[in-house]
Protein backbone atom coordinates (compact mmCIF):
# COMPACT_ATOMS: atom_id res chain seq x y z
CA UNK A 1 0.00 0.00 0.00
CA UNK A 2 1.37 3.55 -0.87
CA UNK A 3 1.52 6.23 1.90
CA UNK A 4 -1.10 7.85 0.30
CA UNK A 5 -3.84 5.18 0.41
CA UNK A 6 -2.33 4.09 3.98
CA UNK A 7 -2.58 7.96 4.87
CA UNK A 8 -6.26 8.60 3.18
CA UNK A 9 -7.41 4.81 5.22
CA UNK A 10 -6.04 6.14 8.62
CA UNK A 11 -8.03 9.05 8.19
CA UNK A 12 -11.35 7.45 7.22
CA UNK A 13 -10.13 5.14 10.09
CA UNK A 14 -9.62 8.02 12.70
CA UNK A 15 -12.94 9.99 11.57
CA UNK A 16 -14.90 6.62 12.10
CA UNK A 17 -13.95 6.47 15.46
CA UNK A 18 -14.23 10.56 16.37
CA UNK A 19 -17.31 9.90 14.99
CA UNK A 20 -18.68 7.25 17.04
CA UNK A 21 -17.40 9.24 20.02
CA UNK A 22 -18.91 11.92 19.81
CA UNK A 23 -22.06 11.43 18.12
CA UNK A 24 -23.04 7.26 18.37
CA UNK A 25 -24.71 5.44 20.79
CA UNK A 26 -22.19 5.18 23.27
CA UNK A 27 -20.93 8.71 22.56
CA UNK A 28 -20.33 12.14 24.46
CA UNK A 29 -23.72 13.23 23.73
CA UNK A 30 -25.64 10.24 24.21
CA UNK A 31 -23.60 10.31 27.96
CA UNK A 32 -24.40 13.97 28.56
CA UNK A 33 -28.55 13.04 27.70
CA UNK A 34 -27.87 10.26 30.27
CA UNK A 35 -26.31 12.97 33.23
CA UNK A 36 -29.93 14.76 32.62
CA UNK A 37 -32.07 11.79 32.40
CA UNK A 38 -29.90 10.85 35.91
CA UNK A 39 -30.32 14.48 37.53
CA UNK A 40 -33.50 14.63 37.35
CA UNK A 41 -34.66 11.25 38.33
CA UNK A 42 -32.45 11.59 41.36
CA UNK A 43 -34.57 14.18 42.50
CA UNK A 44 -37.85 12.54 41.96
CA UNK A 45 -36.62 10.03 44.13
CA UNK A 46 -35.78 13.06 46.52
CA UNK A 47 -39.21 13.79 46.41
CA UNK A 48 -40.95 10.42 46.74
CA UNK A 49 -38.75 9.46 49.66
CA UNK A 50 -39.49 12.51 51.49
CA UNK A 51 -43.12 11.93 50.95
CA UNK A 52 -42.46 8.34 51.84
CA UNK A 53 -40.85 9.86 55.33
CA UNK A 54 -43.73 11.97 56.01
CA UNK A 55 -46.42 9.45 55.57
CA UNK A 56 -43.98 7.00 57.85
CA UNK A 57 -44.73 10.19 60.14
CA UNK A 58 -48.36 10.20 60.01
CA UNK A 59 -48.44 6.38 60.41
CA UNK A 60 -46.45 6.68 64.10
CA UNK A 61 -48.58 9.34 64.98
CA UNK A 62 -51.88 7.50 64.16
CA UNK A 63 -50.58 4.24 65.89
CA UNK A 64 -53.26 2.74 68.05
CA UNK A 65 -52.43 3.79 71.85
CA UNK A 66 -50.69 7.05 70.38
CA UNK A 67 -53.06 8.46 68.44
CA UNK A 68 -52.30 12.29 68.20
CA UNK A 69 -55.72 14.35 68.60
CA UNK A 70 -54.29 17.14 66.58
CA UNK A 71 -53.79 15.34 63.17
CA UNK A 72 -56.87 13.67 63.60
CA UNK A 73 -58.69 16.69 63.77
CA UNK A 74 -56.39 18.01 60.96
CA UNK A 75 -57.08 14.62 58.68
CA UNK A 76 -60.92 15.16 59.77
CA UNK A 77 -61.05 18.96 58.44
CA UNK A 78 -59.34 18.11 55.14
CA UNK A 79 -60.62 15.02 53.83
CA UNK A 80 -64.13 15.09 55.55
CA UNK A 81 -64.99 18.37 55.17
CA UNK A 82 -66.35 18.84 59.09
CA UNK A 83 -66.35 21.69 60.96
CA UNK A 84 -67.07 22.88 64.57
CA UNK A 85 -70.91 23.77 65.18
CA UNK A 86 -70.22 27.61 66.10
CA UNK A 87 -67.38 28.21 63.41
CA UNK A 88 -68.79 30.05 60.17
CA UNK A 89 -67.81 28.87 56.88
CA UNK A 90 -67.08 31.22 53.93
CA UNK A 91 -67.10 30.02 50.57
CA UNK A 92 -65.29 32.27 47.80
CA UNK A 93 -66.77 31.88 44.88
CA UNK A 94 -64.06 31.44 41.38
CA UNK A 95 -63.29 34.17 40.00
CA UNK A 96 -63.61 34.84 35.96
CA UNK A 97 -61.13 35.26 33.79
CA UNK A 98 -61.21 39.53 32.49
CA UNK A 99 -60.74 38.13 29.16
Known amino acids: MTPKYAAAALSALIAYFAYHAFAGEQGLGRWSDLQEELAAKQAQLEAIQAANDAL ?8 PGRVDADLVEVLAREDLDLVYPDEIIVINAPTEAAF
Do not use: G
Not at 56 to 63: A, C, E, F, Y
Open 56 to 63: RRDITRLT
